[in-house]
């Protein structure tokens, strides 16, 4: 399955920035918000299944992706510090691939392909005396976060006995004294092992005792007596995969620290992506020691970002990592870990990888080049990628040069934000966008310039509720807070007008069920005196609302 932990195959629900809404107004844009909104409208009942079919509807469906599922990399051949070529296996089909490419990017999280390719690596917890971090232990030791498996429940007409395997451990309220037992229509990420073991070596070990733990948790609810709510309750599923955390990490030219989470970060020229969910620790004994908490959490101050000096190998010239095995300390990788951070990671290194090979780069060499490092981050940008105290800048963009009006403008919304380079808000605040009463007559924004211009591509950046949270999960209480629907505040129908130097107008698209925050539009390119964007119909908000307008010659290249 597409999705690693997020998939049918474990089913964690995708966390990150906004911390389960705390940080309102933080949740990631680009590739996962696009994600998150395709299945919010066309899985509103929330199936696992579902959500892996829409990845591998995407994946299938772009042309440049060759898609080798059941597969794992076994092997790679190095030579002067560079990856010459890997390989991988399918024994489903009895087939090895040899796969020669010029970058290479490990988003394996255990970091195979590094250690194929002898890269640098670390592996468990930092003393505090090393990079100085207050959070991290006081002797250096090999231990890690361990892995969990989780269970989904269903509420069914009639009692629904349950009787364990004889495996099962034995769960008393003493096991549970940390550990909450509230609902449990999904469970628990607590149920947590392999910290003190090698969360992969000894994998399938793991498997059977959180196994064994899942289901005397399980028996605990059922039959202890404590909890007789849960007479017609009965397992729907049960994990196989151990969802893991943590393994090894790959050593970058820069490692992340506590310290650059913290405020570090600014002095950082490279970054690429954004993180900000809490120094998240739990006990590497996890569920073997009920004595303990099984997390401590620690908020962050602000969001921060990550460095493109983070993400690719210190010794492997042309390798890249994504996800969890990126470069950083035990510290640091507690809060860099979650799967909508990496994901922002995925983004921006698949952008970084692109622009190396095009340019015949290393990632290094990309870094370094501070016209070529721009030229990524405004990319980013333009793919609603967020980098913190970096605005759109970017010189091929007309609309920058336009004057903008607009039918009407609703508090401080006014229309001159949709060019102000900014693209998301604080809840409560219209800084960064221009909204307006829809109405019968609906409500138009509009970029008038000097001069004609060129335009054959118009981009637009919508609204769509980021001061909320939107992920699938399997739990009531986290899914209480999303709208598995199309988001309100997002513009439905709208239309793109041009009128040339004469006022001569012509429709250049039209559109009548979006739910998309970014939407390009490519047409014949016009001679432009100016643009508009009308917005006949939101999905229910009395407001259309529009963060950038953004407007190109042609659609523009990496």
């Known amino acids: 399955r597409l999705g690693g932990n997020a998939s049918s195959e474990v089913r964690m629900h995708i966390v990150g920035a906004d911390t389960h809404g705390s940080r309102a107004g933080w949740r990631e844009g680009g590739i996962i918000e696009e994600l998150r909104l395709e299945d919010a409208v066309h899985n509103p009942h929330r199936a696992w299944e579902l959500w892996d079919l829409m990845l591998y509807d995407k994946i299938v469906s772009e042309p440049n992706i060759q898609l080798l599922l059941d597969s794992s990399i076994y092997a790679a051949q190095t030579k002067d510090g560079r990856i010459e070529h890997a390989m991988v296996r399918c024994d489903k089909t009895e087939h090895l691939y040899r796969v020669t490419a ?10 195979r392909l590094a250690l194929e390719a002898g890269a640098e690596m670390r592996r468990g917890r930092e003393a505090i005396s090393e990079f100085d971090e207050s959070h991290a232990v006081e002797v250096a030791d090999g231990r890690t976060q361990g892995s969990s498996i989780l269970f989904t429940s269903r509420k069914h007409d009639r009692p629904i006995p349950f009787k364990p395997p004889v495996w099962a451990r034995k769960i008393t309220q003493e096991h549970l004294k940390f550990r909450g037992v509230h609902s449990w229509e999904y469970g628990y990420w607590w149920i947590e092992l392999g910290g003190m073991y090698d969360t992969i070596r000894d994998n399938e070990e793991l498997r059977f005792e959180l196994l064994s733990v899942v289901l005397g948790v399980w028996d605990y609810i059922k039959n202890s007596g404590n909890h007789p709510d849960s007479a017609n309750w009965a397992l729907e599923t049960v994990g196989m995969i151990p969802g893991k955390r943590e393994s090894r990490r790959i050593v970058g030219d820069h490692l992340n620290t506590q310290a650059d ?3 570090g970060w600014r002095n950082m020229p490279d970054g690429v992506a954004i993180g900000g969910w809490p120094f998240d620790e739990h006990p590497p ?15 962050i101050p602000e ?15 042309n390798l890249m990592m994504a996800g969890r095995n990126i470069s950083n300390t035990h510290v640091a990788f507690t809060s860099t870990r979650v ?16 622009s190396c090979v095009r340019h015949n780069l290393t990632p290094r060499q990309l870094r370094d080049d501070s016209t070529r490092l721009r030229h990524l981050q405004q990319t980013l940008l333009r793919d609603d990628q967020s980098i913190r105290n970096i605005r ?20 401080d919304a006014q229309p001159h934000h949709v060019i102000d380079g900014e693209v998301r808000d604080a809840p409560g605040r219209w800084d960064h966008r221009w909204s307006a009463p829809v109405g019968d007559e609906g409500a138009w924004i509009e970029l008038v310039w000097d001069q004609p211009q060129t335009i054959g591509h118009v981009q637009i950046t919508f609204d769509t509720g980021f001061h909320r949270q939107l992920t699938l999960t399997a739990s009531d209480g986290h899914s209480n807070t999303t709208i598995r629907a199309p988001q309100p505040e997002t513009a439905k129908a709208y239309r793109i007008t041009a009128a040339d130097a004469g006022g001569r107008e012509v429709e250049l698209a039209s559109v009548t069920d979006n739910y998309q925050r970014l939407r390009r539009h490519d047409f014949d390119p016009v001679e432009a005196k100016s643009i508009r964007i009308h917005v006949s119909e939101t999905h229910g908000d009395d407001l259309a609302r529009i963060y950038e307008i953004r407007c190109y010659a042609k659609r523009p290249e990496l």
């Open 102 to 111: 010029k970058i290479y990017c490990d988003c394996t999280g255990d970091a």
């Open 261 to 263: 989470l913290e405020g």
């Open 285 to 299: 004994e996890g569920f073997d020691a009920p004595d303990k908490a099984p997390y401590r959490s620690i908020r």
């Open 303 to 317: 969001v921060y970002n990550l460095p493109l000096g983070s993400m690719y190998s210190k010794n492997i010239a």
């Open 339 to 354: 799967m909508a951070t990496c994901s922002v990671i995925g983004q921006a290194v698949g952008t970084a990888a692109a």
């Open 392 to 411: 759109n800048e970017d010189p091929l963009d007309l609309a920058r040069s336009a004057t903008v009006h607009a039918s009407l403008s609703f508090a």
